[in-house]
T-cell receptor, first 116, second 111 residues
Framework: DGGITQSPKYLFRKEGQNVTLSCEQNLNHDAMYWYRQDPGQGLRLIYYSQIVNDFQKGDIAEGYSVSREKKESFPLTVTSAQKNPTAFYLC???????????????FGQGTRLTVV | KQEVTQIPAALSVPEGENLVLNCSFTDSAIYNLQWFRQDPGKGLTSLLLIQSSQREQTSGRLNASLDKSSGRSTLYIAASQPGDSATYLCAVRTNAGKSTFGDGTTLTVKP
């Protein structure tokens, strides 16, 4: 079955360390996104990528980095520069083409990152 | 800048009631509006997608409406069940690659 897979489900990091969250999709979608969700709040866009080897900053990109070397993969690195990294991270994707903005977004099950 | 507001933040109803969740947005120049369901600690499940040219979408006991001119959408849930308990999020897409989410409404349906 097609879908988006995020791993790991839970992640613990010590302060000062970088950590990378995985997001893989086999939906053949061109566009992929990373969101952050804090308790009781909606989602805020960190980075997004419309095609391979291209990505743009979202609303809260500081302290994060991404790469898009393959169509199916969009890993997110939470760097030590991110001041408040403990949160729930969600990856999403949408199909390709000029009409992609009119299509549904599909989400992974999320990764809960805790800084200890 | 697009702002999305969902009211109420939390709602508790007895089983069997019909209910309405509200979503308002400040910029009416949207491409689509999507309603999601989120269970605790889980990802988002898409419920309904309304294109900017549509007025409503229905799926089973769910009906979502869209009034672009007034910047409002509602999600109507008929004959609520305990399994409907979750957080419901609305998201509007206003330009390429970006959607703005509301903070969600947490629904509890009591048996």
């Amino acid at each position: 079955d097609g879908g988006i897979t995020q791993s790991p489900k839970y992640l613990f990091r010590k302060e000062g360390q970088n950590v990378t969250l995985s997001c893989e999709q086999n939906l053949n979608h061109d566009a992929m996104y990373w969101y952050r969700q804090d308790p009781g709040q909606g989602l805020r866009l960190i980075y997004y990528s419309q095609i391979v080897n291209d990505f743009q900053k979202g609303d809260i990109a500081e302290g994060y980095s991404v790469s898009r070397e393959k169509k199916e993969s969009f890993p997110l690195t939470v760097t030590s520069a991110q001041k408040n990294p403990t949160a729930f991270y969600l990856c999403a994707s949408t199909p390709k083409g000029a009409l992609w903005k009119n299509t549904e977004a599909f989400f992974g099950q999320g990764t809960r990152l805790t800084v200890v | 800048k697009q702002e999305v507001t969902q009211i109420p933040a939390a709602l508790s109803v007895p089983e069997g009631e019909n209910l309405v969740l509200n979503c308002s947005f400040t910029d009416s120049a949207i491409y689509n509006l999507q309603w999601f369901r989120q269970d605790p600690g889980k990802g988002l499940t898409s419920l309904l997608l309304i294109q900017s040219s549509q007025r409503e979408q229905t799926s089973g006991r769910l009906n979502a409406s869209l009034d672009k001119s007034s910047g409002r959408s509602t999600l109507y849930i008929a004959a609520s069940q305990p399994g409907d308990s979750a957080t419901y999020l609305c998201a509007v897409r206003t330009n390429a690659g970006k959607s703005t989410f509301g903070d969600g409404t947490t629904l509890t349906v009591k048996p």
